[in-house]
C-alpha cells in the first residue's frame, strides 16, 4: 500500500483519481481549499478508511507542516482552477496555485523523495499555430489578455519542475492534458461538455460559441486517471512533458448536435460572440504517451457522452425529487 497525495482532490480529476488509487488499495491524502472543488465530491471517499482529506491551501508554506504529508510515497498536483470561467474570475489565484503551490509540492517531494506529477495544460500551447500539436511545440500564448494568468501559470509550473528536476534530481513529470469530461463536472462549470449537457437536459437553448467552427478533442475521464496512473508509474516519463488526451478532433458545432441527439433533445443551437483568445483548434498528438507508457484512450466520444447524460439526467432527477419532497 502505496501513501499518495492528491492536491485539488474535491475537484473533477482529483475526486475520480483518488477513488481510483483507493480501489487499487493505496492510502489517499486528498487536499483542496474547495476554491472550485465542492465537498460532494469528497462526501463518498470519506466513509472510507483509506482516504483522508485535508482543507488546507497549497500555496500556503505551512502546508509543510501538515503531520499527515510524512512517509508519503507520491505526489499528483492537481490543485488549480481549470474552467476559464473560474480561473478568470481568481486570476491571482490561479497564478499562485500553479506556481507557489507547484513549488511547495516540490519542496515537498523532495523532503519526502517522493515521485511527482504536474497536471500542466494544452493551454500551454495557447492559440496554435502548429496543428496537432506535439510536445516540441512552443506555444502561441498571448500574456496580455484573460487566458494568460492560466495559461503562462502553467508553462511557469513546468518550469518549476524541470528546475527541480534538473537541480534536486526530483522524479518530476508533467502532463499536458487535453480537453477531459464525464459527469463529476460542476453544472455550472462553464466548460463546454457541462453546459451542453445541462442544457440539452434542462430543454435550454445550447448555446455555441462563436460559429462553432473551432475544434476541440475530448477524452472520457476513465482513460484519462488511468493515464495519469500510468504516467506516475513509468520510470522513462521522469524528466519529461506528455501530452494526454483524446486525439479525435470534433467542431464545437458537431459536439452541440452529438448532445442534442443523444440526449433527444428539442434544445435550439444558439451561437454567442467568441471569447477573447479563444483557441480555433486543439488536438493533442500522443504518439510520446504510446511510446513512453503505452497508452492511448479507448472511449470514444459518443460512448462517453451516453455515459455523462445519463449521469447528469440521474442528479437532476434527484434534485427534483427533493425539491417536490421539500
Ligand atoms: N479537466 C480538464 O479538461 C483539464 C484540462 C487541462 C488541464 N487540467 C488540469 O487538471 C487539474 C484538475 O482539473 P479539474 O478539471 O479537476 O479542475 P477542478 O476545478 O474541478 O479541480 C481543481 C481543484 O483544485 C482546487 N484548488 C484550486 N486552487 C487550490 C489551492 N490553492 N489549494 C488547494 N486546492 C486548490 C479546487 O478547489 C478544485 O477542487 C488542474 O490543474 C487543471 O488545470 C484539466
Same mark, same amino acid.
Given at each position: 500500500?502505496?501513501?499518495?497525495?492528491? *492536491? +485539488?482532490?474535491?475537484?473533477?480529476?482529483?475526486?475520480?483519481?483518488?477513488?481510483?488509487?483507493?480501489?487499487?488499495?493505496?492510502?489517499?491524502? +486528498?487536499?483542496?481549499?474547495?476554491?472550485? !472543488?465542492?465537498?460532494?465530491?469528497?462526501?463518498?471517499?470519506?466513509?472510507?478508511?483509506?482516504?483522508?482529506?485535508?482543507?488546507?491551501?497549497?500555496?500556503?508554506?505551512?502546508?509543510? #507542516?501538515?503531520?499527515?504529508?510524512?512517509? @508519503?510515497?507520491?505526489?499528483?498536483?492537481?490543485?488549480?482552477?481549470? /474552467?476559464p470561467?473560474?480561473?478568470?474570475?481568481?486570476?491571482?489565484?490561479?497564478?499562485?496555485?500553479?506556481?507557489?503551490?507547484?513549488?511547495?509540492?516540490?519542496?515537498?517531494?523532495?523532503?519526502?523523495?517522493?515521485?511527482?506529477?504536474?497536471?500542466?495544460?494544452s493551454e500551454?500551447y495557447g492559440d496554435p499555430e502548429?496543428h496537432p500539436q506535439?510536445?516540441?511545440?512552443?506555444?502561441?500564448?498571448?500574456?496580455?489578455?484573460?487566458r494568460?494568468?492560466?495559461?503562462?501559470?502553467?508553462?511557469?509550473?513546468?518550469?518549476?519542475?524541470?528546475?527541480?528536476?534538473?537541480?534536486?534530481?526530483?522524479?518530476?513529470?508533467?502532463?499536458?492534458?487535453f480537453n477531459?469530461?464525464?459527469?463529476?463536472?460542476?453544472?455550472?462549470?462553464?466548460r463546454v461538455i457541462?453546459n451542453f449537457?445541462?442544457?440539452?437536459?434542462? +430543454?435550454?437553448? @445550447?448555446t455555441v460559441y462563436g460559429d462553432g467552427s473551432q475544434t476541440r478533442s475530448f477524452?472520457?475521464?476513465?482513460?484519462?486517471?488511468?493515464?495519469?496512473?500510468? *504516467?506516475?508509474?513509468?520510470?522513462?516519463?521522469?524528466?519529461?512533458?506528455?501530452?494526454? !488526451?483524446?486525439?479525435?478532433e470534433y467542431t464545437i458545432l458537431e459536439v452541440a448536435?452529438?448532445?442534442?441527439?443523444?440526449?433527444?433533445?428539442? /434544445?435550439?443551437i444558439?451561437f454567442l460572440p467568441l471569447p477573447c483568445d479563444d483557441p480555433k483548434v486543439r488536438r493533442?498528438?500522443?504518439?510520446?504517451?504510446?511510446?513512453? @507508457?503505452?497508452? #492511448?484512450?479507448? *472511449?470514444?466520444?459518443?460512448?462517453?457522452?451516453?455515459? *455523462? @447524460?445519463?449521469?447528469?439526467?440521474?442528479?437532476?432527477?434527484?434534485?427534483?425529487?427533493?425539491?417536490?419532497?421539500?
Amino acid at each position: 500500500m502505496k501513501k499518495i497525495v492528491i *492536491t +485539488g482532490a474535491a475537484g473533477f480529476l482529483g475526486s475520480h483519481l483518488a477513488q481510483e488509487l483507493i480501489d487499487r488499495g493505496n492510502k489517499v491524502i +486528498g487536499i483542496d481549499n474547495f476554491s472550485t !472543488g465542492h465537498e460532494e465530491n469528497v462526501m463518498e471517499l470519506l466513509r472510507h478508511e483509506n482516504y483522508t482529506f485535508l482543507k488546507f491551501d497549497v500555496t500556503d508554506p505551512m502546508v509543510l #507542516e501538515l503531520d499527515e504529508l510524512f512517509a @508519503i510515497e507520491e505526489i499528483f498536483h492537481l490543485a488549480s482552477p481549470a /474552467s476559464p470561467k473560474f480561473y478568470q474570475e481568481a486570476p491571482f489565484e490561479t497564478i499562485a496555485a500553479n506556481t507557489i503551490g507547484t513549488k511547495n509540492m516540490l519542496d515537498l517531494a523532495y523532503r519526502e523523495k517522493a515521485s511527482f506529477l504536474y497536471t500542466s495544460t494544452s493551454e500551454a500551447y495557447g492559440d496554435p499555430e502548429i496543428h496537432p500539436q506535439p510536445e516540441t511545440y512552443r506555444g502561441n500564448v498571448n500574456t496580455w489578455g484573460p487566458r494568460a494568468c492560466y495559461d503562462e501559470s502553467k508553462r511557469l509550473g513546468e518550469v518549476y519542475c524541470y528546475e527541480y528536476f534538473q537541480r534536486y534530481q526530483i522524479q518530476a513529470k508533467v502532463v499536458r492534458l487535453f480537453n477531459t469530461y464525464s459527469a463529476g463536472l460542476r453544472n455550472d462549470d462553464g466548460r463546454v461538455i457541462s453546459n451542453f449537457v445541462t442544457q440539452a437536459i434542462s +430543454g435550454e437553448d @445550447i448555446t455555441v460559441y462563436g460559429d462553432g467552427s473551432q475544434t476541440r478533442s475530448f477524452c472520457y475521464v476513465d482513460d484519462m486517471v488511468s493515464a495519469l496512473l500510468l *504516467t506516475m508509474k513509468s520510470e522513462q516519463a521522469t524528466g519529461q512533458i506528455i501530452n494526454l !488526451g483524446n486525439p479525435t478532433e470534433y467542431t464545437i458545432l458537431e459536439v452541440a448536435n452529438l448532445v442534442k441527439r443523444l440526449n433527444s433533445s428539442n /434544445s435550439k443551437i444558439t451561437f454567442l460572440p467568441l471569447p477573447c483568445d479563444d483557441p480555433k483548434v486543439r488536438r493533442p498528438m500522443i504518439d510520446k504517451a504510446k511510446r513512453l @507508457i503505452k497508452w #492511448e484512450p479507448k *472511449t470514444s466520444l459518443e460512448e462517453g457522452l451516453q455515459k *455523462t @447524460i445519463a449521469s447528469y439526467t440521474e442528479k437532476r432527477m434527484e434534485v427534483q425529487e427533493k425539491v417536490v419532497q421539500s
